[in-house]
């Protein structure tokens, strides 16, 4: 699966941002998918994942309450609401996925295959 993550931009604290994430090839209803981030300087880190049907969803816990996760299968879509944003949460999003076969999700970004490009978030204070 190719995945193509979009939507970032600089927006002020408090202010709300939806990323897209378009993935194109085989089977995309059958993959866990991911949202990560990575700061300057600093290690990549899980945000949100969801399952193959959207049933179950885990986030970061700085994020729970103001981000959700959601997808799209007839469109092979899956989307990040940010809501209430912070500087904290500055950083390139990823998109990711991994093929599975049953209802699990994953914070760990060792189980994800496939990454898309990464799209800027910056958030001013």
């Known amino acids: 699966v190719q995945l193509q993550a979009s939507g970032g931009g600089l927006v002020q604290a408090g202010d709300s941002l939806r990323l897209s994430c378009a993935a194109s090839?085989?089977?995309?209803?059958?993959?866990?998918m991911g949202w990560f981030r990575q700061a300057p300087g600093k290690e990549r880190e899980f945000v949100a994942t969801i399952s193959r049907s959207g049933g179950r969803t885990d986030y970061l816990d700085s994020a729970n309450g103001r981000f959700t996760i959601s997808r799209d299968n007839a469109k092979n879509m899956v989307y990040l609401q940010m809501n209430s944003l912070k500087p904290d949460d500055t950083a390139v999003y990823y998109c990711?996925?991994?093929?599975?076969?049953?209802?699990?999700?994953?914070?760990?970004?060792?189980?994800?295959?496939?990454w898309g490009q990464g799209t800027q978030v910056t958030v001013s204070s």
């Open positions: 090839g085989r089977a995309f209803s059958t993959c866990v």
């Open positions: 990711a996925a991994y093929y599975n076969f049953n209802s699990d999700v994953s914070r760990n970004g060792a189980y994800y295959d496939y």
